[in-house]
């Protein structure tokens, strides 16, 4: 069906697309849901820190699009060009324009190569390598072997918002732990570079991680911004943001340089009425709604909600849309309740992760009954095991019940 009429049409077939289609194969199976995706092979992207790190294989993350798709769902192999949201309607690459009842968007981000000078020219060579991307996270691990006493390992973290604000300093900690146990930490250097004020966004996380970072003597720069690469004389250059220097410029040396690379929306989408003033999806953060066409909704990464994007926001977001949609399609109003719920296991070490939750205004809300900012090796086994389990197996099929957060929590000193 690739020209025509839809009921629901789903762009994007990443975690929020397959999630959502399955829940509503699952509760509404009357309902005709289509999927536009143009990939044919889904990843599972919160293992690529441990892909880098030596501890998970790449194809263990990787699975063909084509067994993820919800069986009575139509999947069109392409992207849109174009939303026309006041006609209903959506545009293809390939020329199709689909019309339907209900859109909902979730296309993921676009990683801004090109917005670091020299960068494209030499990721995959001259020690510079990301966890980002599926066709250069296996270099990382690459460059971590390699390492030898003395070098010095520059971690970089970009401007918000970008997929997991944890993944840029967790492969800091995971090669730091590395040259810990060859005994080549103590002569050598680990740097992690941030453009934000503090290691972490949330203060609670941010006073447990600090103390990780010391314990490791990693520097921690604050307010700087990876601008410039330079692989042939493996230099990177950063500029302040902060206002007491701001505008300065610092070229440091590396040995390893791993780039977390800034992050934008689709064009597509920037470029529609769906957007907001920083081309994201305007959406009502609770109800997923967008608020000013009703029958468009967007959950994960290119939603405007003020959540951080991880893959358990979206596990929180996808059964809102879908009741939201089946409720609609009956003809009634069913209230949206995601209170910006995420995730992110932050691996300190090999054998120790701080499971991190929260929600909007960066509330602690842990599931587990354990104080939260402990490293701990039962987190560690979530993040390697439990989640990609819950991942392929029960999220993606569009099972909803999960343990509740406990958002009566009382933060203790971290």
């Known amino acids: 069906m690739a020209n025509g009429h839809h009921q629901v049409l789903l762009i994007g077939g990443g975690a929020a697309g397959i999630t959502v289609a399955a829940i ?18 889904h990843y599972y992207q919160p293992a690529f820190t441990l892909v880098g790190a030596g501890v998970y294989a790449l194809a263990k993350t990787r699975r063909p699009q084509q067994s993820l798709i919800p ?6 192999r392409d992207a849109a060009s174009s939303f026309e949201p006041e006609r209903n309607s959506v545009t293809l690459q390939g020329g199709q324009t689909l019309q339907y009842d ?8 676009k990683l801004d190569w090109d917005k670091i000078e020299g960068l494209a020219d030499t990721l995959g060579s001259n020690g510079v390598c990301s966890n980002y991307s599926p066709h250069s996270v296996g270099y990382t691990w690459e460059c971590v072997q390699r390492l030898k006493s003395g070098d010095r390992v520059v971690c970089t973290q ?26 080549m930490l103590a002569s050598s250097n680990v740097d992690f570079y941030t453009h934000a004020p503090a290691i972490f966004g949330v203060p609670y996380f941010a006073r447990a991680l600090d103390k990780v970072a010391a314990g490791y003597g990693i520097g921690v720069h604050l307010q700087q911004q990876l601008v410039a690469v330079d692989g042939k004389s493996r230099t990177a250059t950063f500029e302040f943001v902060g206002e007491a220097r701001k505008g300065e410029r610092e070229t440091v040396p590396y040995d390893l340089l791993h780039v977390s690379p800034p992050q934008s ?38 939603a405007s909600t003020p959540n951080s994007k991880t893959a358990a926001a979206v596990r929180k977001q996808a059964p809102v849309v879908a009741a939201a949609i089946i409720g609609a399609v009956a003809g009634q109003a069913v209230p ?18 701080i499971l991190a939750e929260f929600i909007y205004g960066g509330k602690v809300t842990p599931t587990l009954p354990l104080t939260p900012s402990k490293e701990r090796w039962i987190n560690w086994w979530i993040k390697c095991t439990g989640l990609p389990t819950m991942y392929w197996h029960y999220m993606l099929k569009g099972r909803v019940w999960f343990p509740r957060h406990n958002t009566a929590y009382q933060e203790e000193s971290a």
Request: charged content about 20%.
């Open 24 to 41: 509503l194969r699952r509760r509404a199976p009357h309902i005709e849901v289509t999927i536009v995706e143009p990939a044919d092979e």
């Open 71 to 76: 069986p009575g769902v139509n999947w069109i």
């Open 102 to 109: 209900y859109l909902v968007v979730c296309t993921g981000v």
């Open 158 to 183: 970009p401007p918000m918002p970008f997929k997991c604000p944890g993944a840029p300093q967790k492969i800091a900690y995971l090669i730091a732990d590395q040259l810990r146990k060859r005994g």
């Open 265 to 302: 929306p689709p064009d597509a989408v920037k470029a529609s009425s769906l957007a907001n003033a920083g081309g994201w999806v305007e959406v009502n953060q609770n109800t997923l709604q967008h608020v000013r066409h009703a029958n468009v909704y967007a959950l994960g990464d290119v």
């Open 336 to 353: 949206g309740h995601y209170d910006g719920y995420a995730s992110c296991p932050l691996t300190t070490a090999m054998g120790k992760t």
